[in-house]
């Protein structure tokens, strides 16, 4: 297997994860998110090889290896398919340009935390590939590849927000995406006094991808009942709120209350960016605590140990918004806290929830950071 050095790769790729700051489960219904790529980051090395075997390492997970003249097959081992997919998509974009290389992978990406160390692996992997290759493939065609991958070998439905996070995002800069047409707009992540404060509370429930697609099932479920009658809307997120409202009574309640968290929400996002522009960070976190209330009990997609951990902040003046941040069942909660408390913020959340649950949880302080860069090219 492949022992791969800096000084012996060809190219060098640095892909970060992402957090969000608001806009939770609405790419995939068409509305708009508002992530940001964070300076935490998975590092690949890549080198050509004169045969046709690919030989992946990482250094958390083990290696892998196949032969890219052969047809690729979803692998038992999940993380393989995050890599397996991607180079798919490539070879179905790009047929026989590819050859066999080197990959080696180390990261600073939590699995499971809900800050895509998924999307972080994907886009690097597509994003090398191409320098590697000298594909000439532009960045959206990367992002779709990438987000292919995850719905055809990974198995996850997923929308646009992290790929498109992890690819196109600045430093000091947050993305305001339109997930409908992929305009977007860079925003100054400026929330002075306060930093964004991640607490991990190194739980992932079970199913969570199976879950995850159920939700998006019960707003393609929501949307095909209001086309009926208003087939002018292509997506669910741009279902004026009123007209949702509306359908009390002809959707089920649970699809009805998923319904209505998604105009919320993405009504809520706009707002947001708004807010964040004019310096009103405090409204913004208000914002922040409603996002998580509609996730915990409209979309239900929170879980004990996040409410445990944005209710804890409820007490504490110095901290100004708090919620779950990603697909949910686990992961991190997203916190603005004022800089000059977030060593007493931690340690109390710290305490308190060791007690609660006898559980470590992890804080990360994270800054914004540019998308996927190649650090050294051919
Ligand atoms: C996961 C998915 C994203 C998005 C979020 C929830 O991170 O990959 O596409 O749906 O959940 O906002």
């Known amino acids: 297997m492949n022992t791969l050095k800096h000084k012996d790769a060809d190219i060098i790729v640095k892909s970060p994860g992402r957090i969000n700051l608001i806009g939770e489960h609405i790419d995939y219904n068409g509305g708009h998110v508002l992530p940001a790529a964070i300076d ?3 590092t ?16 958390d997970k083990g290696s892998f290896a196949f032969n890219i003249q052969q047809p690729l097959q979803i692998s038992k081992t999940q993380w393989e398919n995050y890599i397996l997919g991607v180079v798919d998509g490539v070879q179905r974009a790009r047929p026989g340009q590819l050859g066999g290389f080197d990959c080696h992978i180390s990261s600073q990406l939590p699995i499971g935390a809900g800050i895509s160390s998924s999307a972080a692996l994907e886009c690097g992997v597509a994003q090398g590939l191409n320098a590697l ?5 532009s960045d959206e065609e990367l992002i779709e590849i990438s987000r292919m991958a995850e719905h055809h070998f990974v198995g996850t439905k997923c929308g646009v ?81 009123e007209i949702v409202r509306s359908y009390k009574d002809k959707l089920s309640e649970k699809v009805y209350q998923r319904a209505i968290f998604v105009s919320q929400e993405n009504s809520r996002t706009l707002q947001a960016a708004a ?52 697909g949910g069942f686990g992961g991190c909660t997203i916190n603005l806290v004022k800089e000059d408390f977030v060593d007493t913020f931690i340690d ?21 950071s540019n998308g996927v860069e190649i650090i050294k090219s051919t």
């Open 275 to 326: 807010l964040i522009q004019e310096g009103k960070i405090k409204d913004f976190g208000q914002l922040m605590y409603e996002a998580h209330e509609g996730l915990s009990a409209k979309y239900e997609v929170s879980c004990n140990e996040l409410d445990f951990l944005v209710a804890l902040s409820k007490d504490m003046p110095e901290v100004v918004g708090s919620r779950m941040m990603g």
């Open 348 to 368: 109390r959340a710290t305490k308190a929830y060791k007690k609660e649950f006898d559980i470590d949880l992890t804080p990360i302080l994270v800054a914004t």
């Open 133 to 137: 290759f000298d594909l000439g493939i």
């Open 44 to 59: 690949m090395l890549f080198r050509k090889k004169d045969d046709n075997l690919c030989c992946v390492k990482s250094e």
């Open 161 to 241: 927000m992290d790929q498109f996070a992890v690819t196109m995002g600045h430093q000091n800069k947050l993305l305001l995406l339109n997930c409908e047409t992929r305009a977007y707009k860079l925003i100054e992540a400026d929330f002075t006094p306060y930093k964004i404060l991640l607490l991990n509370t190194n739980v992932s429930h079970n199913l969570a991808s199976s879950a995850y697609n159920r939700r998006r099932e019960a707003c393609e479920e929501a949307l095909r009942v209001i086309q009926k009658e208003y087939p002018q809307y292509a997506f669910l997120a741009e279902v004026p709120g």
């Open 40 to 42: 935490r980051k998975v």
